[in-house]
T-cell receptor, first 114, second 115 residues
């Protein structure tokens, strides 16, 4: 069975500081990994997807994610946080090779403090 | 405008009364999916569909049915709703791009309360 862990329910960061939202996963075979964001009252949005190759994946709104196979991690990062980045972030995993079941983490609330 | 629409957006119903939540996308996407979101549990996939007449179970399919008779529509059916199906439901569609990347869109959500 596949699974995703987001160990922090909430992350607080000061505006302008770098941010990291952590994610670890478990899946058979090679993974596809995803990050999504849910802004208050704005629904869910897809941020980025890891397929294979480069361990640093660039996504929307200046976000990037770092894949680490040995640690089975896929942490979301941004060099300089904005107050508008405050939202709920979800990590997800899917087996590679076509459309298959996707499993999400429980989410991490990011609070960027002005 | 590319979009995924869901109806209704809000629904209050009673235990056992069959209901359908519709989902439609105008992007000709092959892959569609239903999720539920609950506090502390995050998002969980209910069912997904790879194309017309091809569906499969996600992590929490019990109590739900789906159908995919047309590419654009993917309704979620609760034959006999129960209070534990009270949740926020999202529909999504995806299209594979070159190199294995994807573009994904989510519907606005349907908030369901089962009394």
């Amino acid at each position: 069975a596949q699974s995703v862990a987001q160990p922090e329910d909430q992350v607080n960061v000061a505006e302008g500081n770098p941010l990291t939202v952590k994610c670890t996963y478990s899946v058979s075979g090679n993974p596809y990994l995803f990050w999504y964001v849910q802004y208050p009252n704005r629904g869910l949005q897809f941020l980025l997807k890891y397929i294979t190759g480069d361990n640093l994946v660039k996504g929307s709104y200046g976000f990037e994610a770092e894949f680490n196979k040995s640690q089975t991690s896929f942490h979301l990062k941004k060099p300089s946080a904005l107050v508008s980045d405050s939202a709920l972030y979800f990590c997800a995993v899917r087996q590679s090779g076509g459309y298959q079941k996707v499993t999400f983490g429980t989410g991490t609330k990011l609070q960027v403090i002005p | 405008e590319a979009q995924v629409t869901q109806n209704p957006r809000y629904l209050i119903t009673v235990t056992g009364k069959k209901l359908t939540v519709t989902c439609s996308q105008n992007m000709n996407h092959e892959y569609m999916s239903w999720y539920r979101q609950d506090p502390g549990l995050g998002l969980r996939q209910i069912y997904y569909s790879m194309n017309v007449e091809v569906t499969d179970k996600g992590d929490v399919p019990e109590g739900y049915k789906v159908s995919r008779k047309e590419k654009r529509n993917f309704p979620l059916i609760l034959e006999s709703p129960s209070p534990n199906q009270t949740s926020l439901y999202f529909c999504a569609s995806s299209l594979y791009l070159a190199g294995g990347q994807e573009t994904q869109y989510f519907g606005p959500g349907t908030r369901l309360l089962v009394l």
